[in-house]
């Protein structure tokens, strides 16, 4: 995605929120009304459209689009189509922005005048020209000057109708003259490559005394060359403009060469004016960002401070701290450290110190994790990351049913419709409810391994915090995973990658609905009833309201906040995880013992997995074989070949390996899936196994004799919740050193502030009171570190910048000619390379 240029590497994002248009003309029709869909182009690129909204004249859309742009672009451009009966899409207008216009609207939502669409104005690309006056001699002896125009080749022309054969016109104009030559078309390319050369007479037959090369002034001020493109069609339309160069002869100077890149520019056909408003308008916001990103060595000082923050004593004394201090929103600083604490895998310690610190803070354990502090918004962007693969597998199925489905669930009697039943609508929400629920409560062997070590350090730190109160263990991890995580999802299903769209009207009620009730009965709050304002969801509600619901959603937080790192010190205790009974294969401890099949009572817990010789005696005896979590190496499925039994899997230990039989199928994926949850952190987890028994004095899979021979076959490793994700941590430090930069007058005040609680002992000053210093001298010996790291880097840029102004040739292939808006390397905001547009 990056376009690397001398040793540095640029990155081009943009991220768009696609409001609703209003004020499109009526459709010439009985109806009046339009099916109306946006798409979003770079030039003539189609890259991304919304939904169709029907029958409507002032559509909304509410869709959100990122992402990474690969090439370079002169206009971002947005177009509203109507779609007829027959399926045919017509332009209504569009908005074009070009590039370096893009800052004046960053991150506003603006509204935009439509403008027409004509053939002659959508264009793009860029051609490569050479031009050269030369005298020549005639036939009979006279000298003239001739000019000869090479059209070298084309980059980035659109793709018409799902082709471009391109060729090239090159006229020369001039007051009495109009000359036109062809290029040979080109199929099948929107890159052509030409490489034909013309000639034009430029000046009269000079007389053989005037030996010295000279050109006519008055002639050559009156001619210019014109160069078109046009895209060869089938259709009986005609060919298709693609656009156009106008060069003045007088570029040719005293050197009579020029040799250039031009971009391709709209006709000028005089084509009449249209009202600013008779198109309507379309609500935008854009938040256009390019990252210019050094080799990693010249971040190393600021990536070393900030992954240090961690261990840094007291929290609010590191880099990251300070950095969500400076910052406008929070959210500014979550996103880029996030992603640079998972890219490192330093996340888990991070938020642990941050969350710790934040609790320490909170007076009332019911009020804990309920602001938007930089905690908070880093374990949500940490949860939008690691766990997008985990609500793919969890909801999309059951969010994709409903929005397929359409049934009516409304249950507020004022919004009923005349043909609907109250009662069928409740039984409809209440089967929806139902189901999300349990496929929730269900998913905890999914959820992803490094949002469980979150969750463990957050009920760790509650726990130690408020001792009296039992449930914040439970509170504090419900608090995002049903608040700011399953709830939000399935309330706008399209912001979470699990629908392309936002959701119908009727849909999306729907899904508010069920939003609702999901988060209510996951907040395990004392007082049902009363956390809804509404009397129609408080009597819905009370479907619920049964003990076995609140079970289920502790069952399912102890099992997503156990820890997976198994420290002996901690306050934890065990958690059961699931128990039943299995055939188990005796594991031959004893040499001589019989290697025989008994059914057992299996019990697993955080700490441990055990079986017994009967379900009463799990609680009170002592187990017949205990196996610490530790002490599980892999677990893995055994070929039905080996005893020729189904539904046998294998818990790999250190010195031998226990073969049980599940019940069915799906009792042996289930302990499967469980058993690799809580052992998958295990340090000494083995990357092979065998996938058969060792029998006969053999292993039947690869027949090696000895019983310790490492595996034949990869493990299948952990589940694939866990997925790694593609972060680039040179880019995300940037992104911090710009934020940095920006908000430099906060560095240096808190600095200030540092000082004035170090030497004044009074109460705190008014201007210094937002900011968190614990310890003011820590505070400041970082505040100093972070100054000075950026300082270093906007000396890099800068310097950058004057090498790049140096180098830099108008007419280049890099810096194509006719773009109105072209500059230098020159960031608008700060020094920094890194900036917003």
């Known amino acids: 995605m990056a376009v690397e240029e001398e040793g540095l590497r640029i990155f081009q994002s943009v991220k768009i929120k696609i409001g609703e248009a209003k004020n499109i003309p009526p459709f010439p029709g009985p109806s009046k009304m339009r099916d109306c869909f946006c798409t979003v182009n770079l030039d003539q690129e189609e890259v991304f459209r919304t939904k169709m909204i029907e029958k409507s004249l002032s559509p909304f859309y509410g869709e959100d689009f990122y992402c990474e742009i690969p090439r370079s672009f002169r206009h971002l451009s947005f177009y509203l189509f109507d779609r007829d009966v027959f399926r045919r899409d017509s332009s209504i207008g569009k908005v074009a922005v ?27 690309g860029k051609v490569h020209l ?48 109009t000359e036109a030559k062809k290029t040979k078309v080109k199929r099948k390319t929107n890159n052509p490559q030409f490489e034909e050369v013309f000639y034009f007479e430029v000046t009269r037959p000079l007389s053989y005394t005037r030996r010295q090369f000279d050109v006519e002034e008055e002639d050559v001020d009156k001619l210019a060359l014109r160069v078109d493109l046009w895209n060869a069609s089938n259709l009986k339309f005609g060919d298709e403009f693609l656009g156009e160069v106008r060069i003045p002869l007088k570029v040719l100077g005293q050197s009579g060469f020029h040799d250039a890149w031009y971009f391709l520019q709209p006709r000028d056909n005089g084509s009449k004016s249209v009202k600013l408003d008779e198109l309507g308008s379309l609500r935008l916001n854009i938040v256009y960002t390019e990252d210019h990103v050094f080799p990693s060595e010249y971040y190393s000082p600021l990536r070393d401070l900030l992954l240090r923050s961690a261990s840094v004593e007291p929290v609010s004394a590191s880099a990251a701290h300070i950095l969500g201090e400076v910052c406008r929103e929070k959210q500014e600083a979550a996103i880029p450290l996030v992603r640079l604490f998972l890219h490192y895998g330093k996340i888990v310690p ?46 999309k199925p059951i969010i994709d049913e409903i929005c397929a489905d359409h049934k009516p669930c409304e249950i507020d009697p004022v919004k009923l419709k005349e043909s609907e039943n109250l009662e069928t609508n409740r039984e409809n929400l209440r089967h929806y409810v139902d189901r999300i629920f349990t496929v929730i409560t269900k998913s905890g062997v999914s959820c992803p391994t490094v949002m469980c070590d979150i969750f463990f350090s957050l009920r760790e730190s509650a726990a130690t915090r408020f001792q009296v109160d039992q449930d914040v263990r439970y509170t504090a991890v419900s608090s995002f995973i049903f608040l700011r995580f399953f709830a939000p999802a399935i309330l706008s299903p399209n912001l979470f990658q699990l629908r392309p769209h936002h959701p119908d009207p009727c849909t999306s009620r729907t899904l508010t609905l069920i939003s609702k009730t999901i988060q209510t009965l996951g907040s395990l709050a004392k007082s049902k009833s009363a956390s809804f304002k509404e009397a129609y969801m408080a ?119 226990l073969y049980i039989q599940a019940n069915n199928c799906v009792e042996a994926r289930d302990w499967i899936d469980i058993l690799t949850k809580v052992s998958q952190c295990n340090r000494k987890r083995l990357s092979t196994y065998h996938p058969s028994a060792y029998l006969y004095g053999h292993w039947l899979c690869c027949k090696l004799s000895a019983d310790t021979a490492p595996g034949c076959t990869p493990c299948t490793g952990g589940l694939p919740a866990n997925i790694q994700l593609d972060v680039d941590g040179d880019r995300e430090t940037e992104r911090i050193y ?75 292939q890099e810096h194509p000619i006719g773009d109105k808006g072209f500059q230098c390397y020159i960031p608008q905001q700060s020094e920094s390379s890194t900036y917003s547009i």
């Not at 070009?98 to 793009?124: I, N, P, R």
């Not at 909170?362 to 938007?372: A, E, K, L």
């Not at 940095?740 to 005040?749: A, C, D, E, Q, R």
Request: glycine fraction near 6%.
């Open 130 to 177: 050479e031009m050269r006056l030369s005298e020549v001699i005639t036939d009979s002896g006279a000298i003239c000057h001739k000019l000869a125009t090479r059209v070298l080749e084309c980059q980035g022309l659109p793709i018409v109708n799902g082709q471009c054969d391109p060729y090239a016109t090159v006229s020369l104009l001039g007051p009495s003259r």
């Open 350 to 395: 991070f938020l642990g110190a941050i969350a710790n610190a934040e609790v320490n803070r909170t007076q009332d354990p019911n009020t804990i994790f309920r602001g938007n502090s930089l905690t908070s918004k880093c374990i949500d962007e940490t949860m939008k990351l690691a766990g997008m693969h985990y609500l793919q597998v969890t909801l």
């Open 738 to 812: 710009s934020l940095f930069s920006t908000y430099m007058s906060k560095l240096v005040k808190m600095q200030e502030a540092c000082g004035s609680k170090s030497v004044y002992d009074g109460p705190e000053q008014e201007e210094y009171s937002s900011f968190v210093i614990d310890d003011p001298q820590e505070t400041y010996k970082t505040l100093k570190q972070i100054i000075s790291s950026v300082h270093t880097l906007e000396q890099e840029h800068a310097q950058y910048k004057r090498d790049k102004f140096k180098k830099t040739k108008y007419g280049s």
């Open 98 to 124: 070009k590039k370096e216009d893009l800052q004046k609207y960053h991150g506003k939502d603006t509204w935009f005048q439509l403008q027409h669409v004509s053939a002659d104005s959508e264009v793009q």
């Open 539 to 657: 009597a819905f509600y009370d479907y619920f309201n049964e003990q076995k619901y609140a079970d289920a959603v502790k069952n399912f937080l102890d099992l997503i906040s156990s820890s997976g790192r198994w420290d002996q010190k901690s306050i934890e205790t065990p958690i059961m995880l699931k128990e039943g009974f299995m055939i188990k294969r005796a594991q031959g401890r004893n040499r001589f013992g019989r290697k025989n099949f008994k059914k057992r009572w299996f019990r697993l817990t955080n700490h441990e997995f055990t079986y017994h010789k009967t379900k009463g005696n799990s609680k009170g005896e002592a187990a017949l074989c205990s196996i610490p979590i530790e002490n599980i190496l892999a677990v893995e499925r055994l070929e039905e070949e080996s005893f020729k039994m189904k539904n046998m899997f294998q818990v790999i230990q250190p010195e031998r390996v």
